[in-house]
C-alpha cells in the first residue's frame, strides 16, 4: 500500500464517515443511539495514521454527538451531554491505545516475516521470494541480471577466538558495509549464518565485477583492525531468461567457493 493511499484510507475514509454517521444521527428518532458509531473512523484513522488523528477525530465525534443529543433528547443541556461525550472520550482511547498496540505488534511480526532481526537485511526466504520476483520480469522483459554471493572468510575462528557477541557485531558492520557498497535499487540479504547475497537489476557482467570488488574493499576498509574480516565473492551474470532461482543460487555458490578454493577474500565470476 502506498503513502497515498493509505493516506486517503485513514483520513479521507474517516472524515466520510464522521459526516455520514452525523448526518443518519441527526435524521434518526432519539430512541435509535448510533452516536456510539463514531468510533470507526476513529479507529480507522488511528489505524493508519496514528494516535494524533485518532483523537482529532474523537474530538470532532465529541462535538458532533454533543449538537444531535442537546436538539433531540427533552432534557439534555450542554454540561449533561459533556459528560456523556467524557465518556465516549475515555472509550475511545481505550480503544485507541489497543489499536495501536495492534498496530505494533502486526508491523513487528511482518518485518520477523522477511527481515533479518540481527542485520535488518532481507531473511533468506524473503531475499530467494524477491529474486525469483525479478526473474520473472526479466523473462517479460529480458535484461541483464546478476547476483552477489558472500561468505566471511574463516568467521568461525572470530566466534571461536572472540566470542559470538563479536561474531555478531562483525554481521551487523558486514551488512551496513555491503547496504552502502551497493545501489538503493539492489536488493541485499543475509541467506544464514555469515552467508549474505546482493541481487543486482539491470546490471551487466562488468558492472556485477565492478560492484563485487567495490564491496570486497570496503570490507576490508571497514575491518582494519581486529578481528581482520575478509570475504570471498561469488557474482553470477545472467542474461537468460529461463534460469530459475534455484540455478542461479547454486551457481553463485558454486563461484564463491571457487573463490574460497583460489585464495579466499577475492572475486569468481560466472555467467549463464
Known sequence: MTRTTRHLLGIGGSAVLTVLIYVVN????????????????????????????????????MGLRLIVEVEQQVGMTVALSLVNQLSFAAVAGIAMVTFRHLRRTQE?????ATNDPLTNLFNGRAFSA???????????????????????????????THGHQTGDAVLRLVGEAMRSSVRLADVVGRLGGDEFAV??????????????KRLAASLRTVFKGTPTVTASIGVVSCSVAEANTDELLRKADQAMYEAKRAGKDRVVQVTI
Open 26 to 61: 441527526d435524521l434518526t428518532p432519539p430512541q435509535i443511539r448510533l452516536a456510539l458509531l463514531y468510533l470507526v473512523p476513529v479507529l480507522v484513522a488511528t489505524w493508519y495514521e496514528g494516535m494524533l488523528w485518532g483523537i482529532a477525530f474523537t474530538l470532532v465525534a
Open 108 to 112: 513487528q511480526l511482518s518485518l520477523l
Open 130 to 160: 524477491r529474486l525469483t520476483q525479478e526473474l520473472e520480469r526479466n523473462r517479460r522483459y529480458p535484461r541483464p541480471l546478476a547476483l552477489l554471493y558472500l561468505d566471511l572468510d574463516d568467521f568461525k575462528v572470530i566466534n571461536d
Open 199 to 212: 541481487l543486482m537489476p539491470e546490471t551487466d557482467a562488468a558492472l556485477a565485477d565492478a560492484a563485487a
